[in-house]
């Protein structure tokens, strides 16, 4: 047959033109092709010469931004074009196959208008990046005339009575009307755009996000066929194999998507509730929030419900392709009927649906696009939960900042609560947000399935339908049972992490006094708890597992079996295949209905929790600081910190504040200039009414020194707080004075940059209120010592060097890594107290502020250093500059230096006046003062030493550095990726590195589990896979044979009326039925069993291995020498105990078994349709490739974005609960715009990585889905071909294509699973790093039955030879030290820093490696002992005191062995006994973490008791008396003195006095001995290290 444009039929002339020339069909055609060559003939020229100069084109935003009015419009139409020519060339090949010769203009118009609808699009978009608006000119020329040709043809069309019945005549239409809305498109573009016919066009300007290079997220700018696809995503996926994504690459947010945006939207939202008329009514959260993102959340849900209406076609196609290949294996298709027009054949439309092919691509499109609409649905979700979630964050910082403080002390909100809110309410809001379109798209999923079943079978669909709905409420059951077990695990783990937390904290301590063990058990018990819940978690997730794999089995066998009862046959395949597939459908939604529905419930407890958090105490408007205020406008600042952009609605309070302040300001008589702050009739409480501070009548004199002194606990610290309006005020008020003009100017030429940024007009204003506050107990922010210091105040270096050198912190600098710009706090290198508060001060005094307040700066550093600071620091640098310095001390000595002193005593003021004032006016108290100053004079002047405190510490950061080195020169176990081998090829092993999957971990995980379960596990997955295969397998062999007798009436209008041909011929398939239905229900009953097994073993697998690795972990950690928790830093231990062991419990068994199962379905799928049809597999290999490669890419990405999600939320969540613990310093600088800032950009960040991780997950399923669909094509397609040539019958055609549907189901699972246990797997390869830790050696060569009982009872002690080193790579501490102590000496060490008193003090308990020599106490070697022997007998009192949380009772004797006298006796000794007989509950008495609920001076008193209570008869005291006020002290000393009359006490000195009258001194010199006698034999040798001592500081 030869080919030509109108076809050669023999009596026919196509080219005769007698009737007119537009009624020859093949001239109508013809004039169709005309627009489609003008296009392509304009467009293709243009093309080439703008992509031969791309490389012309700017910047990467440069293409994504600008889009013409209608973007969207314009490619959803054109979509829908292609669609309709795809259509129109299928029906014309349909319709040439039916003539003689062929008639190319039945098809060839229609393949031309693709091609040119094709270019159309792409053209557009190449003009849209370039901004060339003219040149659609041409393409609106040709939608008109593409409109014209086409109605032309229409029009002849109705003329001869073409009508809707014939399927050309609908295209035809349908192309008619696509035309004409493209056409109104353009026409809209040039109204808007001006380009053309217009004078002036319109001028466009990018959008400011795309201004500014750092936005890298496009996914708002891109065009529309990128958004779908996440096709921009691409240079970042591909990039990540050769480089790993940083924060850099992902950039900033679109200022669409910001917290700050978001924030003000919520916020206005919420504070618009707030009405006049009951201002009490606390506004509703919901509400807020639907005002604020429901737009979105609508948008997301209509997406959702075309997926799901979408999702239907697959079932339908399905039953249709499999019914007509039966139809047409039988030989019934009906016989084609011809009708012509223009002497052409016209093609019915109700012949379309019946054609095999057209489904198989119709089913095709409809997977693509129900899988398009279902990703979009997911990411604008995800999207909005985000804003929220950022939204959120913001209001809750906001009000931390206004929280009362005594809400915070008196532990309303705790720390933990805050970082609840932050960690876990606003996520669980965020979670209820992406799956909030299910709750309303479930029920319409459900009701539409149970429709179609009731039309494919009939009643016994509903039957079946009905198991699934009966069992739904099993789920939800199920679910909330899942909730209220993870609820209890939950509760319990955070109490296994406190106590670990504790012990860790207090290692040293522990294994001093031998205690490990107890402490030990008390979290192996909480952990046993820990476990039962989990074990019960295990359990209802497998059974969760278990209904959602058996459910559909169990409604298939009803349905099957109960169809066979009804209608006395089995269904036809395209009937059963169809309610398979429907049946898969319907699961989904019910599956997740539950999950969905506690997420809800979960999302109301948030909801409530966050409006009660919102609706909590704020700090007294009366109390801010309620003098007079300088300028009015700082009336805005009564809130701190609100800056000009958030306050742009300010509520009515701000404003009468304002109003009322400049009238106060009248009445202020004038005498009070010189007083910087005054207090007058003050009654301040924290809160439980009880006033803690009553009768304050003070005043603080401007530019001079004030000191505020008097004993433990009598309110110090409280009255800076009630000054700086921290306290609640009863009574009395507190007033500010305002600065002299002048000075204002002066002093705000050094902030006026943070003035502006703060937005007040005032210069000065600034500063006013900001008072540099160092607090007692030292609160750092986690960032460089430097940005600690400079604490948000431009850096000045001259300043700055004079700062550090007062503080004398330029020998601690220089021992750190990277020396002012190495990383402190939380997550950053561990300093010592004393360095923490040095730091603090120093802040304080490098602030420029007028007013000082410092809180016992002196408490935690050694007298060398507190004479420098004061000299150097407060006396010289703050007074020099006048600053009015306000001072907490103990150190009564300089009470000399001070202008103007307050004595407290019990809460009240005691006196306050000068020192001369006090002297001539209180005699006793200045005696009492004389007598104690005299006491520390001498220490003062004989003390060389206590500067050893400091240098200790240094000593500390410098071992633990070096070591830190060393050990990372040993081993990089920690550096996640790097323990493989180094390659000398660098970039390939990374890239390799990157992609493979840990096998080696996933090993020792199972392993771990045991190897019983593995084998359980492995085999029973494999067997339910094998019979869930089996029963399909069964389904369509049962069908078919029963159904190979199908009549059908012509044109297929009896679609459902299979009649089967067993009346005519009995006993064809009648005795075959039973033995099919039976096998059927015996394979439904094992597959049913077999899910329950492998559900249940899986998640035990992952239990056993959970306790295994957790209890060796344990095990490792407290047992390990000392040496190791000085190397590793506490945070690191501590992940592996909360998130890595979190990981390892319920993570893992659930991604394990998920990724198990969809890999199986896969596999068994693919398997299946190979099997069926051969030519699958032609498909196959390239599909593999892609996916290989997807999966590759996909991996790597999501690793590195996984990673960024997780490293930038830590920070985030550190910013909320440092800001929490500090935010009474925030408050005092007044610095909270800042932290705000700092708030916003680090939740920015955490969104931006969370956003590009969702956005690549979108990425990775757009892909899969899109490769699914391929599937399902290659498989309808294959099996079409085959069956043509006679291969598979329609049953198994059914099975391969209801399998093919799964495919699409689970391939991405496959990849996300895999991204993620290869995630969780690291926690594992974690956890295993710390498992190869040495123990230290418990054993000892002994038996601890062969030591005394009453061993050590003199307490004597020979030291020979003794060398000792902390770690065998180190240098020895201890050099051949020989000494002699006889029983009862009380012995002195002293020596400068790192001369080895320490480690001396450390050898006796064995704590560190005594390489050489011994120490013999009361005839026995230490180190043959058991440890737990030698240290449970003898006591120590530590520099730092450590309290544990439980009762008095229990930190003083956790063992239980003494009755209460003896710790009475104790607490007498220690001076405790009536503090606590005031508190509730005596000696049990409740001690809160840290003991923070005691002042440090008690702490240390309370160490001291413990020591008294272990009668043991020798006691080390290392320099346990920093923190105690003289007055204690000396009655301490007396104390040990006579309690220990008859016992060893080796003390270490830090302060030379302490030492004067003990029987024998031992003065030390770089690890060895240097003098060795009594102090006063050593004090007449004039030349002696000890006398010169004393004498430099006599």
Not at 295 to 305: A, C, D, E, M, N
Not at 869 to 898: C, M, N, S, W
Not at 1047 to 1074: H, I, K, Y
Request: proline fraction near 4%; include cysteine.
């Amino acid at each position: 047959m030869g080919l030509s444009f109108c076809g050669n039929d023999e009596n026919v002339s196509g080219y005769s033109v007698d009737d007119g020339m537009l009624n020859n069909g093949c001239f109508v055609d013809a004039l169709n092709l005309v627009p489609h060559v003008f296009l392509l003939f304009i467009t293709f020229p243009i093309l080439f010469i703008g992509w031969g100069s791309q490389s012309s084109k700017v910047q990467i935003h440069h293409n994504t931004w600008l889009h013409f009015p209608g973007h969207n419009l314009r490619w959803i139409l054109t979509f829908l074009l292609l669609f309709v020519h795809v259509c129109e060339f299928a029906e014309g090949l349909v319709s040439n196959k039916m003539m003689d010769t062929n008639h190319l203009h039945l098809f060839m118009p229609a393949f031309m208008g693709f091609v040119a609808a094709t270019t159309s699009v792409v053209y557009y978009h190449n003009i849209e990046t370039s901004n060339f608006p003219k040149l659609l000119l041409v393409l609106f020329i040709y939608w008109v005339l593409a409109f014209i040709t086409k109605s032309i043809k229409l029009w002849k069309f109705a003329e001869y009575h073409v009508g809707p019945q014939q399927l050309r005549f609908c295209i035809t239409a349908l192309l008619v009307i696509l035309y004409g809305l493209l056409m109104a498109v353009e026409v809209n573009v040039i109204r808007i755009r001006k380009y053309v016919f217009f004078a002036n066009p319109q001028k466009v300007k990018p959008p400011e996000d795309l201004q500014d290079l750092g936005v890298r997220f496009l996914q708002p700018f891109v065009n529309l066929l990128s958004k779908a696809t996440y096709w921009w995503m691409n240079p970042l996926i591909m990039g990540a194999h050769k480089r790993p994504i940083e924060l850099k690459k992902i950039g900033k947010l679109p200022i669409a998507m910001r917290a700050l945006t978001n924030y003000l939207r919520l916020k206005d939202a919420y504070e618009d509730q707030k009405s006049a008329e009951n201002p009490d009514r606390a506004p509703s959260i919901w509400r807020s929030m639907y005002r604020a993102f429901g737009r979105p959340i609508l948008l997301s849900s209509t997406f959702r419900y075309l997926a799901d209406l979408l999702g239907f076609a697959g079932p339908l196609c399905i039953s249709g392709i499999v019914r007509n290949l039966m139809l047409e294996e039988g030989g019934a298709a009906p016989a084609k009927i011809r009708e012509t027009y223009f002497d052409v054949h016209f093609m019915l439309s109700t012949e379309l649906l019946q054609n095999t092919s057209v489904l198989a691509v119709l089913l095709f499109l409809a997977l693509v696009l129900q899988r398009t609409f279902l990703q979009a649905s997911y990411y604008v979700t995800i999207e909005t939960g985000i804003n929220v979630r950022g939204a959120l964050l913001a209001m809750i910082y906001n009000k931390i900042l206004h929280l009362s403080t005594s809400n915070m002390s008196m532990g309303e909100m705790t720390l933990g609560q805050i970082n609840n809110l932050v960690a876990i309410e606003t996520n669980q809001l965020m979670w209820f947000l992406f799956l909030c379109p299910n709750l309303w798209a479930m029920p319409v999923q459900i009701v539409m399935g149970v429709i179609l079943l009731y039309y494919l079978l009939g009643w016994s669909a509903m039957i079946g339908a009905s198991v699934i709905v009966l069992l739904a409420p099993v789920q939800y059951l199920i679910a909330t049972k899942l909730a209220d077990t993870q609820k209890s695990t939950l509760e319990h783990s955070t109490d296994r992490l406190k106590k670990t937390t504790e012990i860790l904290k207090g290692i040293k301590l522990l294994k001093l006094y031998a205690w490990e063990n107890i402490f030990c058990g008390s979290v192996e018990e909480t952990r046993g708890k820990e476990l039962k819940s989990l074990k019960t978690f295990a359990f209802y997730t497998s059974m969760s597992i278990f209904m959602n794999a058996a459910i559909p089995i169990a409604a298939v066998l009803v349905t099957f079996v109960v169809h066979h009862i009804i209608n006395k046959r089995c269904p036809s395949p395209s009937e059963a295949f169809a309610a398979l597939a429907l049946f898969n459908i319907l699961v989904t939604p019910l599956f997740l209905l539950s999950t969905v529905v506690r997420f809800a419930v979960k999302a109301l407890v948030s909801v409530q929790k966050l409006g009660e958090f919102l609706q909590s105490d704020e700090i007294g408007d009366d109390s801010w600081r309620n003098g007079e205020m300088a300028v009015p406008s700082e009336g805005a600042k009564k809130h701190p910190g609100v800056t000009k952009a958030i306050n742009r609605k300010q509520p009515l309070r701000y404003q009468m504040d304002n109003y009322e302040q400049p009238s106060r300001r009248q009445m202020r008589p004038s005498e009070t200039e010189d007083v910087a702050v005054k207090v007058s009739n003050g009654c301040f409480t924290w809160g439980s009414n009880l006033s803690t501070l009553s009768d304050i009548n003070i005043r603080i004199p401007t530019g001079q020194l004030t000191m505020i002194v008097g004993q433990v606990g009598c309110g110090k610290s409280s009255l800076l707080l009630a000054m700086l309006g921290e306290m609640q005020t009863i009574s009395g008020r507190v007033h500010w004075s305002k600065l002299p003009d002048s000075e204002t100017l002066h002093q705000g030429t050094f902030s006026c940059s943070e003035a502006e940024e703060e937005g007040h007009d005032h210069v000065g204003s600034k500063n006013r209120y900001s008072v540099a506050y160092a607090t007692q107990k030292s609160w750092l922010l986690n960032a460089t010592v430097e940005e600690n210091i400079t604490f948000g105040s431009p850096f000045n270096k001259q300043r700055y060097k004079a700062v550090i050198d007062a503080c004398s912190l330029q020998l601690d600098i220089d021992l750190l890594p990277f020396g002012d710009q190495t990383e402190i706090g939380e997550r950053g290198i561990n300093l010592s107290g004393g360095q923490r508060q040095r730091i603090c001060v120093a802040r304080a005094l490098y602030q420029n502020t007028n007013i000082v307040f410092l809180d016992d700066p002196f408490s935690a550093l050694d007298i060398h250093l507190s004479d420098h600071l004061l000299q150097e620091g407060i006396l010289k640098f703050l007074q020099d500059d006048k600053r009015t310095v306000v001072l907490v001390t103990h150190k009564l000595q300089y009470l000399i230096h001070a202008d103007w002193i307050i004595a407290m005593k019990g809460g009240s003021v005691l006196r306050e006046g000068t020192l001369k004032d006090i002297q001539t006016h209180d005699v006793e108290l200045y005696d009492h003062w004389k007598t104690l100053m005299n006491r520390q004079d001498q220490e003062l002047e004989k003390d060389i030493e206590q500067d050893s405190q400091t240098t200790m510490e240094r000593k500390t950061l410098r071992r633990a550095f070096y070591s830190r080195e060393a050990k990372n020169q040993v081993d990089d176990e920690d550096e996640e990726e790097e323990e493989e081998e180094e390659d000398d090829d660098n970039f390939s092993t990374t890239t390799s590195r990157r992609s493979k999957v840990p096998w080696k971990v996933c090993w020792c995980y199972m392993s771990s589990g045991g190897f019983f379960m593995v084998f359980l596990m492995v085999s029973s997955k494999l067997l339910k896979h094998s019979v869930i295969v089996a029963i399909d397998y069964w389904l369509a062999i049962w069908t078919s044979k029963s159904n190979q007798s199908v009549v059908e009436g012509p044109n297929g209008t009896c679609q459902f009326q299979v009649l089967s041909r067993n009346a005519t011929f009995p006993g064809s398939s009648d005795s075959e039925d039973p033995i099919y239905l039976t096998v059927f229900i015996v394979l439904c009953a094992a597959g049913i069993t077999l899910c329950l097994i492998t559900s249940l073993t899986v998640e035990f697998l992952g239990l056993s291995a959970a306790t295994n690795l957790h209890d060796n972990l344990l095990n490792k950690i407290i047992h390990a020498p000392l040496r190791f928790f000085d190397i590793t830093p506490l945070g690191q231990i501590l992940n592996r105990f909360s998130a890595d062991t979190n990981i390892i419990d319920q993570h893992i068994p659930p991604t394990l078994e998920s990724l198990t199962r969809s890999t199986l379905l896969c596999l068994s799928a693919i398997g299946v349709i190979s099997s069926i049809t051969r030519y699958f597999l032609i498909a196959l290999v390239p599909l593999a490739v892609a996916f290989y490669f997807i999966q590759k890419y996909f991996r790597v990405a999501s690793k590195d974005l996984q990673d960024l999600d997780d490293s930038t939320q830590l920070p985030l969540l550190c910013h909320f609960s440092e800001t929490a613990e500090g935010l009474t310093t925030i408050r005092a600088f007044r610095h909270e715009a800042r932290f705000k800032q700092r708030m916003l950009e680090l939740t920015d960040t955490n969104n931006t990585a969370y956003l590009f991780l969702s956005a690549a997950n979108r990425w990775l399923e757009v892909r899969t889905d899109y490769l699914g669909a391929v599937i399902v094509l290659a498989a309808a397609g294959a099996s079409i071909w085959g069956s043509r040539c006679g291969q598979p019958s329609g049953g198994l055609v059914g099975l391969a294509l209801t399998y093919a549907l799964t495919v699409t189901n689970y391939l991405n699972w496959v990849v996300r699973n895999l991204a993620d246990l290869e995630v969780q797997m690291a926690a594992v390869k974690k956890v295993n790093s710390f498992l190869g830790t040495e123990s230290e050696n418990y054993e000892g060569s002994m038996d601890s039955s062969q030591v005394p009982e009453n061993w050590p009872h003199d307490g004597e002690i020979k030291i020979q030879d003794l060398c000792v080193r902390y770690d065998p790579m180190l240098k020895p501490v201890l050099k051949h030290v020989n000494a002699y102590v006889q029983p009862g000496q009380k012995v002195g060490i002293c020596g400068r820093t790192g001369s080895g008193k320490s480690s001396l003090s450390l050898a006796f308990f064995n704590m560190v490696d005594i390489f050489e020599g011994k120490i013999v106490i009361d005839g026995i070697d230490i180190c043959k002992l058991p440890l737990q022997t030698l240290r449970s007998r003898l006591s120590i009192i530590l520099q730092d005191p450590v309290l544990f949380s439980g009762s008095i009772r229990f930190n003083l004797d956790p063992e239980q062995t003494c009755n209460d006298e003896r710790l009475w006796e104790a607490l007498e000794i220690a001076q405790l006994k009536n503090m606590v007989k005031a508190l509730p509950g005596g000696l049990d008495a409740v001690v809160t973490e840290g003991g923070e609920n005691f002042s440090v001076g008690q702490r240390q008193l309370f160490c001291l008791a413990r020591a008294f209570v272990r009668k043991s008869s020798i006691l080390i005291m290392d320099e346990a008396t920093a923190s105690i006020d003289m007055a204690t002290e000396n009655i301490l000393q007396k104390v040990v003195m006579t309690a220990f009359a008859d016992r060893t006490v080796v003390t270490i000195a830090h302060r030379v006095h302490t030492i004067l009258t003990a029987d024998l001194v031992i003065v030390m010199k770089r690890g060895n001995i240097l003098e060795y006698d009594k102090p006063e034999t050593l004090l007449e040798q004039e030349d002696g290290m000890f006398a010169s001592f004393v004498k430099a500081d006599m």
